[in-house]
């Protein structure tokens, strides 16, 4: 069904959680707001991902691709419900808050999937060649 370890997702999510904490730990040089700023960032695109990767991997016996299908839309919708309500609570909550120093740690951790793929490419033919 999918190629894709669970192991290989975990690993994956404990990657983007940990460089969030590193994130934050590089932009605490900048000031403690910053650094409270940049590792809310980083925690909200870290959770949601692992949300979406538990609802989609929990349920790994459906076989109809429709099933599929359905199971990735519903995760979807519930990542970005999610998204929304943690990006409320921390414009709630944390006061001082540092915009460009959350969206960016957002923006960089929701890139490392995408930047994973790019790079470690285990597949028979290696297509940038």
Same mark, same amino acid.
């Given at each position: 069904?999918?190629?894709?370890? #669970? #192991? ?17 730990? $590089? ?20 959770? #949601? ?6 609802? $989609? ?13 359905? #199971? ?11 998204? $929304?309500?943690?990006?409320?609570? $921390? ?39």
């Amino acid at each position: 069904m999918l190629k894709t370890g #669970t #192991t290989q997702i975990k690993k994956l999510l404990l990657i983007q959680f940990i460089l969030s904490l590193f994130i934050g730990a $590089v932009s605490g040089l900048l000031g403690y707001t910053e650094a409270v700023s940049a590792i809310a960032g980083g925690l909200i695109a870290s959770l #949601t991902n692992g949300y979406f990767a538990w609802k $989609v991997f929990a349920k790994q016996q459906e076989t109809e691709s429709a099933q599929i299908l359905s #199971t990735y839309y519903r995760a979807e919708v519930g990542k970005i419900i999610l998204t $929304v309500m943690l990006f409320v609570f $921390v414009f709630n909550t944390i006061k001082p808050l540092s915009v460009i120093a959350l969206m960016s740690a957002y923006l960089l951790i929701t890139m490392i999937p995408w930047l994973a793929s790019f790079f470690v490419n285990d597949d028979d033919k290696n297509w940038r060649e």
